[in-house]
């Protein structure tokens, strides 16, 4: 399947490093320091087979762990801070 992608060429003058670039993006990027050179298209033949969703798929799983760890690393923190409050109750009241 035949497609287009809409975009900008763009110069990044040389950093530090000594490399100047061209490069493609869909937008953009002056806040990065790239210099619009021109809008672009690019014509690009999509596979026929392909097929996004397993991909889409292992990005969820992954972000699902990185929720649920997040989640039980502030529910430990809750449960710190409360046994410190309690502990804190507990010596006032004695």
Known sequence: MKTFIKGVIEY?????????????????????????????????DIPSNFDPRGIQVEMLKTE???????????????ERKISELTAIT???AA
């Open 90 to 92: 507990c010596e006032m």
């Open 12 to 44: 990044r003058p040389a950093t530090y490093q000594g490399e100047c670039e061209f490069s493609f993006h869909i937008c953009a990027l002056e806040s990065l320091g790239y210099i619009k050179v021109m809008d672009h298209v690019i014509e690009i």
């Open 64 to 78: 699902k762990i990185k929720l649920m760890a997040d989640f039980q690393k502030r529910c430990t923190e809750i």
